[in-house]
């Protein structure tokens, strides 16, 4: 099986990347498996603190183990936003693949202060980290910021030499959350492209990049569902960040939870004398199947990556 190393460098040389998404449960966790599969595609399974804290690390270490066993794609583990140096610790104890430590609110210092120490410990374990630089705007989990501060890339090149951080989150000018944008989403290419001057050939991230399918929003608004001016960025701009720039990863969140919940929503409507929690577990997680599936081949273009 491939490992996460390997696709540091192969999604840059040969132009794709890797879906990193979050699971709550075992539904989503099986939607994602199953959509990647589908596209035989490598995937991360991401796990936020507040995830961790709801679901309790036996179930996400045996939910992951599971996923595993029953599917036969490179699927890797990892910690999304860990916040303290004793959060991606414990990750790492428990074995996780990879950890985020997101320093990105603490002054640059403190930053590459905290960063380093979470590289030194988790290295010596063989687990690679993820850090960020940049500012992103919106509400994630428990991560938010009233205001975008794009990434500096002499920053993004010193933070790199002095932490030895694996990969790096940028802010570009995505945001976290359903209500990311009054107007149309832009991406600002040109900071990417500084950056990659900078860093050359260096695996790149981009947080706050779910689409928020319309589709989804439609259906769950029409079902009782109160999202109205929901927008995301365009799956083209996204898609041209895989291709054409260093990005290995992008998270994607809000369009699991759009998923599930327009098949979840829709079927109450539809069958309400049901209580049988399977017949509407099963459509959600076919739903977020198809949406992984087509994110894998359409955005991301990691189809038959595995
Ligand atoms: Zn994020």
Partial sequence: MKTLDFYFKDSIKNHYCLGAYNFVNMEVLKGICMGSAKT??????????????????????????????????????????GKSFEMCKKAVDLGFDSVMIDGSSLPFEENVALTKKVVDYAHKKGVFVEAELGVLKGVEDLVSADKNIYTKKEEAKKFVEETGCDTLAVAIGTSHGAYKFKGKAELRFDILSGIENELKNYPLVLHGASSVPQKYVEIINSHGGKLAGAKGVDDELLHEACTKHNIFKINTDTDLRLAYFSALRANLDEQPENIDLRKFNTLAIEEIANYVAYKNEHVFNCANKA
């Fill in 40 to 81: 035989n595609s490598p995937c991360l399974t991401s796990v936020s603190e507040g995830a961790f804290k709801y679901m309790g690390e036996e179930f996400v270490l045996n939910l992951f183990k599971s996923a595993k066993n029953e599917f036969n794609i490179p699927l890797f583990l990892h910690l999304d936003h």
